[in-house]
């Protein structure tokens, strides 16, 4: 947990604020003019300083940045509470950051950055559920948990993510069969865009406690959240088999196999280009189990149009498969400075009817631009749609079983600016955001892509008068989380 003391450290970096000048709209480090208003007391700190605001005016994709006025370090939630009923008053917006690891400046304002990570306090980890400020990692609530033999039931790939940050978005995991990670939440503290702290939960402002997962932050900071916990199996069992891009219907039919039988803990597809021409599919099957009781591999894999015995096999601990995509991305930050590469993602949740006749046409159509070696991947994650439980987040309509996320991660081939590869995965993005639109598919809203307010009208669809609703009730200075471009 970050101290006031380190708050403190660094306020010899910068000039300590006294006030906002609504006349001149700046921060004012004197009380000079007569019209500037002082700024609540905070037990963090706010600053104003070049390097930390050029840090938080961009994010992980590094298309887009926009330089915040301030940045906040709560040393409490009274903070956030104090700063946000301040920037309503004088109409500064908000937005809070978790990693900043959204791709397309979802998390990026002009205004007031709120940096969520000082508050990262793990509050409890009790039987069956785990109590977190919202600023704390997946991987730290991850080992909080394993310490007492248990587990938060699902995981993103990458879990150097912030708690508030998935839930804001959903938290797509690759298990199949227990809807996303804000499906797991109990309870919520949540201030709102009039600086109130409300707590909330399925039966406590439902209205709000709905509106906050996958709810974008449109309504408000999340500062602390109760996720359900279940008791952890020691071990991992993963099943790597290949498949070229021309046996396409090979690896859905193999898929489908492994989902319609529920025997493995989770399934997905992984996409990348060996050589940095073809795409190769990668079907990915996930058991857990406890020492002294390994899987049977024949068995799990029977059926599956390749044998049982050309599956790779990797074992490991439960919590280094949790973290497996942790190593890989380390090392990418080593090697091809990760962090400064253009990332142009695309993600997008098709239904079950169009999801294969769309990914089967597409990725043929993705070159080494798209797919380049060694860090443009993608993924292919399904999920049973009777699992998704929270209204907010845009799940395509349909009858199907499944839902399908499709992600093409592509990264620039060089770290810096290069304004005409964003541009053209831009287009490619908006072009296959058009085409899966028009087989009922939604936005996954973490990746780059250019959205209009019509875009986002038919992103909520009957939603949206709801979502307009609850947005002028908790966020009435319409102040919070510009990013994503909905309101405006
Ligand atoms: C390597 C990598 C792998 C990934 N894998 C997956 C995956 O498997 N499944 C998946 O679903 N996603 C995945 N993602 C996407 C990721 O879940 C989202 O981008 C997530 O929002 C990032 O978390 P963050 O802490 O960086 O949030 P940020 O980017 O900081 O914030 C995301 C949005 O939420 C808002 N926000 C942040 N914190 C709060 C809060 N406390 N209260 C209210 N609003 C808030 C921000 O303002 C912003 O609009 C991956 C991302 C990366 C970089």
Same mark, same amino acid.
């Given at each position: 947990m970050v101290t006031r003391?380190?708050?403190?450290? %660094?306020?010899?970096?910068?000039?300590?604020?006294?006030?906002?000048?609504?006349?001149t709209r700046a921060w004012a480090t004197g009380a000079g003019s007569r019209s500037v208003q002082r700024i609540p007391h905070l037990d963090?700190?706010?600053?104003?300083?070049?390097?930390?605001?050029?840090?938080?005016?961009?994010?992980?994709?590094?298309?887009?940045?926009?330089?915040?006025?301030?940045?906040?370090? #709560?040393?409490?939630?009274?903070?956030?509470? *104090?700063?946000?009923?301040?920037?309503?008053?004088?109409?500064?917006?908000?937005? %809070?950051?978790?990693?900043?690891?959204?791709?397309?400046?979802?998390?990026?304002?002009?205004?007031? !950055? !709120?940096?969520?990570?000082?508050?990262?306090? !793990?509050h409890s980890v009790g039987a069956d559920s785990i109590s977190v400020d919202s600023g704390v990692l997946w991987r730290e609530a991850?080992?909080?948990?394993?310490?007492?033999g248990l587990t938060p039931p699902l995981f993103t790939t990458y879990v150097g993510l912030s708690v508030g940050g998935t839930l804001s978005v959903g938290g797509f995991p690759a298990q199949n069969e227990l809807g996303l990670q804000i499906d797991h939440v109990r309870e919520l503290d949540v201030v709102t865009g009039d600086g109130r702290l409300h707590r909330c939960s399925p039966d406590r402002e439902r209205?709000?406690?709905?509106?906050? =997962?996958?709810? =974008?932050?449109?309504? +408000? /900071?999340?500062?602390?959240?109760?996720?359900?916990?279940? #008791?952890?199996? +020691?071990?991992?069992?993963? @099943?790597?088999?290949?498949?070229?891009?021309?046996?396409?219907?090979? /690896?859905? &039919?193999?898929?489908?196999?492994?989902?319609?039988?529920?025997?493995?803990?989770?399934?997905?597809?992984l996409m990348f280009a060996p050589d940095g021409k073809t795409v190769v599919y990668q079907l990915n099957g996930v058991v857990f189990y406890d020492a002294g009781r390994a899987p049977d591999d024949g068995r799990l894999l029977r059926?599956?149009?390749?044998?049982?015995?050309? &599956?790779?096999?990797?074992?490991?601990? @439960?919590?280094?498969?949790?973290?497996?995509?942790?190593?890989?991305? $380390?090392?990418w930050r080593r090697q091809y400075a990760w962090d400064d590469l253009l990332k142009p993602w695309f993600d997008v949740i098709l239904p079950g009817e169009t999801a294969q006749g769309y990914v089967s046409e597409v990725v043929p159509t993705l070159t080494a631009r798209d797919f380049g070696p060694p860090t443009g991947i993608g993924f292919v994650f399904p999920q049973r749609r009777s699992k998704l439980t929270r209204p907010f987040f845009r799940v395509p309509p349909g009858d199907s079983e499944f839902v399908y996320l499709f992600d093409v991660l592509t990264s620039s081939p060089a770290p810096g600016p290069d304004p005409a590869f964003a541009a053209e995965m831009l287009?490619?993005?908006?072009?296959?955001? $058009? *085409?899966?639109?028009?087989?009922?598919?939604?936005? @996954?809203?973490?990746?780059?892509?250019?959205?209009?307010?019509?875009?986002?009208?038919?992103?909520?669809?009957?939603?949206?008068?709801?979502?307009?609703?609850? *947005?002028?009730?908790?966020?009435?200075?319409?102040?919070? %989380?510009?990013?994503?471009?909905?309101f405006s």
């Open positions: 003391r380190r708050f403190l450290g %660094t306020l010899g970096a910068s000039a300590l604020i006294v006030g906002f000048d609504p006349t963090g700190v706010l600053l104003t300083d070049l390097p930390t605001r050029q840090a938080d005016g961009r994010d992980l994709g590094r298309i887009v940045s926009r330089l915040p006025r301030a940045v906040l370090r #709560p040393g409490s939630v009274r903070d956030v509470q *104090k700063m946000i009923a301040f920037c309503r008053e004088h109409r500064i917006p908000v937005a %809070t950051r978790g990693q900043g690891h959204s791709t397309h400046g979802q998390g990026l304002t002009d205004g007031l !950055i !709120i940096e969520n990570r000082s508050l990262a306090a !793990i991850a080992h909080a948990a394993a310490a007492r209205d709000l406690f709905e509106v906050m =997962l996958g709810g =974008l932050g449109q309504c +408000g /900071v999340i500062t602390r959240a109760t996720i359900d916990l279940v #008791p952890a199996r +020691g071990l991992a069992r993963n @099943y790597l088999l290949q498949y070229p891009t021309t046996d396409t219907a090979r /690896v859905w &039919a193999d898929l489908h196999v492994l989902l319609e039988r529920r025997e493995l803990d989770g399934a997905y597809i059926g599956l149009s390749v044998p049982a015995s050309s &599956a790779a096999v990797v074992d490991s601990t @439960y919590l280094e498969w949790v973290e497996r995509y942790d190593r890989v991305i $380390d090392g287009d490619r993005n908006r072009r296959l955001y $058009d *085409k899966a639109r028009a087989l009922g598919g939604t936005r @996954y809203p973490i990746g780059s892509l250019d959205f209009t307010g019509d875009d986002w009208r038919a992103q909520y669809g009957e939603r949206w008068p709801d979502l307009l609703r609850r *947005k002028a009730r908790y966020d009435p200075g319409r102040i919070l %989380t510009p990013g994503p471009g909905i």
